[in-house]
């Protein structure tokens, strides 16, 4: 319960996402101690499809969601002619990826489009290759073997469609 998690909702790829978040809320109403979480959300638009806008600052008050980084793909002042998906605001914030995975031994989810697989999985890579220190892949062959292990040891999740 206390260990790190770092999430990637896609679209309706969000409300599983949504459910651990619920899930962590529960467990400290009773008292159990929880640990960071990190979601990435990605959506067409903010206000159109950023739903349950209202609950994602409840949980971050009440301190079971530590951030919530929003990717709205057709919004302004980006597009046109930009689009931006997670996996870009992924690589404006490593640190999140990398403290959570790398230091803290936390787990990471994606749920969403299947087409989103490759570039989400690049930047989880490209976030471990970033952090450098003791531990931390410095070649992207290190990171793809890092990534390999990460995946073999259960720690990585991904349900696509």
């Not at 008292?31 to 950023?50: N, Q």
């Not at 931390?136 to 990171?143: D, L, Q, R, S, V």
């Amino acid at each position: 319960d206390t260990t790190s998690m770092v999430m990637v909702g896609l679209g309706t790829g969000i409300a599983p996402i949504r459910s651990f978040v619920q899930d962590k809320l529960y467990k400290k109403s009773k008292g159990i101690k929880t640990g960071p979480m990190i979601v990435f959300y990605g959506c067409r638009r903010y206000e159109e499809e950023l739903l349950y806008k209202e609950e994602w600052e409840m949980y971050k008050r009440e301190g079971v969601l530590t951030s919530l980084v929003g990717a709205f793909q057709f919004d302004k002042p980006h597009y046109p002619p930009k689009q931006i998906f997670v996996s870009d605001k992924m690589a404006e914030q490593p640190e999140l990826i990398s403290d959570n995975l790398l230091e803290k031994g936390g787990y990471f989810f994606m749920c969403g489009p299947a087409v989103a697989t490759p570039s989400v999985q690049k930047a989880l890579k490209a976030a471990v290759l970033k952090k450098g220190g003791a531990g931390a892949p410095k070649t992207e062959a290190e990171a793809d073997k890092w990534f390999q292990e990460f995946m073999a040891a259960g720690r990585y999740s991904e349900e696509s469609y």
